[in-house]
């Protein structure tokens, strides 16, 4: 019995401690510097989730080179986000406001909040079309006409990921 008890203890010292509210983790990705403080399994499935869309952001635009890695920040908690955009922007984020594309002083950032949000789908549309707000902006600088780039920020956030397939612009299921 006390074996089984050791056995118990050395297991639960391998395995990620949870984060601390406000506390960051940060994962490399193949396009992406993601920092948040959503459970591992969570950031893992986002992480995951962001570079398939960057695969598609690139087969839509041959030749688009970015050339460092994206920066995204999720945060679970609004108080949070709303900090960090402060602390970066100068301004607050608004509660309706769950997702964000910014850039200062060079460095491009796509931010975003789960609390409010109903899952993970809302906040996958969320970063979609502020991601690709982004990697235009990291590829092209500002030669995208703005209505364009809205334009397809929009089909971007309505895609749909099958077995094997990405579908952009993919009519939402109700």
Same mark, same amino acid.
């Given at each position: 019995?006390?074996?089984?008890?050791?056995?118990?203890?050395? %297991?639960? /010292?391998?395995?990620?401690?949870?984060?601390?509210? !406000?506390?960051?983790? +940060?994962?490399?990705?193949?396009? $992406?510097? &993601?920092?948040?403080?959503?459970?591992?399994?969570?950031?893992?499935?986002?992480?995951?989730?962001?570079? %398939?869309? /960057?695969?598609?952001?690139?087969?839509?635009?041959? !030749?688009?080179?970015? +050339?460092?890695?994206?920066?995204? $920040?999720? &945060?679970?908690?609004?108080?949070?986000?709303?900090?960090?955009?402060?602390?970066?922007?100068?301004?607050?984020?608004?509660?309706?406001?769950?997702?964000?594309?910014?850039?200062?002083?060079?460095?491009?950032?796509?931010?975003?909040?789960?609390?409010?949000?109903?899952?993970?789908?809302?906040?996958?549309?969320?970063?979609?079309?502020?991601?690709?707000?982004?990697?235009?902006?990291?590829?092209?600088?500002?030669?995208?006409?703005?209505?364009?780039?809205?334009?397809?920020?929009?089909?971007?956030?309505?895609?749909?990921?099958?077995?094997?397939?990405?579908?952009?612009?993919?009519?939402?299921?109700?």
């Amino acid at each position: 019995m006390i074996r089984l008890g050791v056995l118990i203890i050395l %297991l639960g /010292c391998l395995l990620p401690l949870p984060l601390r509210a !406000g506390e960051l983790a +940060t994962y490399t990705t193949r396009y $992406y510097t &993601f920092v948040t403080d959503l459970p591992a399994d969570k950031a893992r499935i986002v992480a995951d989730r962001m570079d %398939l869309i /960057c695969d598609t952001y690139r087969q839509y635009f041959p !030749g688009a080179v970015t +050339t460092k890695p994206l920066a995204m $920040y999720v &945060f679970t908690r609004h108080a949070d986000y709303s900090s960090f955009m402060k602390k970066t922007t100068g301004a607050p984020m608004q509660e309706w406001n769950p997702a964000v594309f910014f850039e200062k002083d060079n460095w491009m950032v796509t931010a975003a909040c789960m609390e409010g949000l109903n899952g993970l789908t809302p906040l996958f549309s969320s970063l979609q079309h502020e991601g690709l707000h982004q990697f235009v902006q990291a590829a092209y600088g500002n030669s995208m006409p703005i209505w364009t780039n809205e334009g397809l920020a929009q089909i971007f956030e309505h895609t749909l990921i099958g077995r094997d397939r990405v579908i952009p612009g993919a009519a939402p299921i109700s």
